[in-house]
T-cell receptor
Framework: GAVVSQHPSRVICKSGTSVKIECRSL??????MFWYRQFPKQSLMLMAT?????????EQGVEKDKFLINHASLTLSTLTVTSAHPEDSSFYIC????????????FGPGTRLTVT | SQKIEQNSEALNIQEGKTATLTCNYT??????LQWYRQDPGRGPVFLLL???NEKEKRKERLKVTFDTTLKQSLFHITASQPADSATYLC??????????????WGLGTSLAVNP
């Protein structure tokens, strides 16, 4: 149980374009979803926390207009990287938690974004 | 600011031995601490959670201790196997600006179990 999927697993895009990453909880209702970014040999950096139906809470230093997060349902959250630049190239991972076990986070497999 | 430190050097051990990984934290008093496993190119997988009022927690071959005086957690894998080779992450509970729970992560320790 508690499976989270992400799509796509890898994406290459040109500088200036936008990319959307989907995160789905497959067998549970995710009351909260988290978006992380991880650079090589670095720790997971939380970008934002989103609760279904409400606006995401962004961490300090994360531009909300550049990283658009939508959590429209209890099973789907999307992250859109707008006007991507090479420095946005990274590993993006989502996680989800649900009310009964809200101290555990269930992670998706991640999305490798490369901006050329 | 809150800081988490894990052994930065990779740990290499022989199959069958016990692996011990360390997580130290400063400027912080977390209500609980978690350990995750991460394989290359994959998202982390939750392993264990230990609360501040618990000294030790076990799950199969895994054991976690939590010393709030030393501000340290130890993560043990007994009878280690090559399949245990991965990066192990320590994470502590905090809160963001909206008072939502969030986790602060260590860099992780890479473990290699040699057959």
């Amino acid at each position: 149980g508690a499976v989270v999927s992400q799509h796509p697993s890898r994406v290459i895009c040109k500088s200036g374009t936008s990319v959307k990453i989907e995160c789905r909880s497959l067998d549970f209702q995710a009351t909260t979803m988290f978006w992380y970014r991880q650079f090589p040999k670095q720790s997971l950096m939380l970008m934002a926390t989103s609760n279904e139906g409400s606006k995401a809470t962004y961490e300090q230093g994360v531009e909300k207009d550049k990283f658009l997060i939508n959590h429209a349902s209890l099973t789907l959250s999307t992250l859109t990287v707008t006007s991507a630049h090479p420095e946005d190239s990274s590993f993006y991972i989502c996680s989800a938690s649900y009310l009964a076990r809200n101290y555990e986070q269930y992670f998706g497999p991640g999305t490798r974004l490369t901006v050329t | 600011s809150q800081k988490i430190e894990q052994n930065s050097e990779a740990l290499n051990i022989q199959e069958g031995k016990t692996a011990t990984l360390t997580c130290n934290y400063t400027n912080y008093s977390p209500a609980y601490l978690q350990w995750y496993r991460q394989d290359p190119g994959r998202g982390p997988v939750f392993l264990l959670l230990i609360r501040e009022n618990e000294k030790e927690k076990r799950k199969e071959r895994l054991k976690v201790t939590f010393d709030t005086t030393l501000k340290q957690s130890l993560f043990h894998i007994t009878a280690s196997q090559p399949a245990d080779s991965a990066t192990y992450l320590c994470a502590l509970l905090s809160h963001n600006a909206g008072n939502n729970r969030k986790l602060i992560w260590g860099l992780g320790t890479s473990l290699a179990v040699n057959p």
